[in-house]
């Protein structure tokens, strides 16, 4: 465990007083991964500042959120290693990656200071458990102060370590609805096997919040995110959950708006992230347990249902709690959306 005060010796993450208050919000609570020892001078906290002076070598460890990809061994060994779901936008649309040197709210580069990106200096080394196939680099010109450098991919996403994740074992950004980044994604840890999001078991309770921000308040399902908040946010913050009914406009067929079920995939999935889980998903008071199921996703993630109907979150949403970067607070801004693939709708309490 990691106490408030060293939080606060560390190293400041320069930015705006913004920044430094989400510093306060985002406090550490580790577990437990078998991992190789690593030299004392490496944080995993580091931000990129050079290239590698070698080949960079992802391996495996195990914890509450099953076997997930980590550094090392040497640099960064145990430390946790992230993908970002709207990179996928960049395969889809060519636009920047989510996380670059583009400006934030929160004044730090995104790709070297607040998500430092794993870079490596010849091929990367698969440790045990990692698939070789899976792993790859891409080429990056937008990191600050660097030129082309390589960064680590598996299963064609980039990886990322976490700014607030100081030592191994440490997760702060598992499912990290994060507004900052652009567009806005989920950050999650990978698991081994296909590269897909380890995500640990979804848990859906109520949530109170205004309408569009400063409308009525509304009680609706919810889905528990940002998990690691620390003694400021006890609680994970939860985001109003959503199911998608064909609409006038909706699109059903093949390709990447949707599928050929009209359900929410690929381009429309950036824009309304499915509520993912590993095994049954767990309901909270108010929220009926036999009423929550699963389906799975064409990409082989599990996809969390209730009453049999698939649930979404929606990227205007997102907010930092306890605070947030720009003042904006717990909103319900996508209920009645009418889209190309339909309209989505919020779930009231059952009475």
Not at 94 to 110: L, Q, R, V
Not at 312 to 325: I, K, N, Q
Not at 330 to 339: H, L, M, S, V, W
Request: proline residues 11%; charged residues 15%; contains cysteine.
């Amino acid at each position: 465990m990691t106490t408030l005060s060293r939080r606060f010796r560390r190293r400041p993450v320069a930015g705006s007083a913004a920044a430094a208050v989400l510093v306060l919000g985002l406090v550490a609570v580790a577990f437990q991964l078998s991992s190789p020892a690593r030299a004392e001078s490496v944080s995993c906290d580091d931000p990129v500042t050079s290239v590698p002076a070698g080949p960079a070598t992802v391996s495996v460890a195990s914890g509450p959120f099953g076997r997930v990809l980590v550094g090392g061994p040497g640099e960064f060994a145990g430390c946790s290693l992230y993908l970002i779901t709207s990179d996928q936008l960049h395969a889809l649309t060519g636009t920047p990656y989510a996380c670059s040197d583009e400006p934030n709210a929160k004044g730090s580069p995104c790709d070297t200071v607040l998500w430092p990106a794993l870079l490596t200096n010849g091929a990367p080394i698969a440790g045990p458990g990692v698939n070789p196939k899976l792993l790859g680099t891409v080429t990056r010109t937008d990191l600050p102060g660097l030129s082309s450098v390589q960064q680590v991919t598996y299963a064609g996403m980039p990886l990322y370590r976490f700014f607030r994740d100081e030592d191994p074992a440490e997760t702060e950004g598992a499912n990290l609805f994060d507004p900052v980044s652009s567009p806005t994604g989920i950050w999650y840890l990978v698991e081994p096997s296909r590269g897909r999001p380890a995500t640990g078991t979804a848990e859906l309770q109520l949530e109170t919040a205004p309408v569009a921000r400063t409308g009525p308040d509304q009680t609706v399902l919810a889905a528990k995110m940002d998990n690691d908040f620390g003694p400021l946010q006890p609680n994970a913050a939860s985001f109003p959950a959503y199911t998608l009914s064909p609409g006038h406009g909706s699109w059903s067929g093949s390709g990447k708006m949707g599928d050929q079920r009209g359900g929410c995939q690929t381009l429309c999935a950036q824009y309304w992230p499915p509520v993912l889980t590993s095994g049954q998903p767990q309901a909270g008071p108010g929220v009926d347990q036999h009423a929550l199921g699963t389906i799975m996703r064409p990409d082989g993630t599990q996809q969390v249902t209730y009453q049999g109907r698939p649930l979404y979150l929606f990227t205007g949403d997102a907010y930092l709690p306890p605070f947030s970067y720009n003042g904006g607070k717990p909103g319900i801004n996508g209920a009645g959306a009418e889209t190309v693939w339909g309209v989505f709708n919020t779930i009231p309490p059952l009475h």
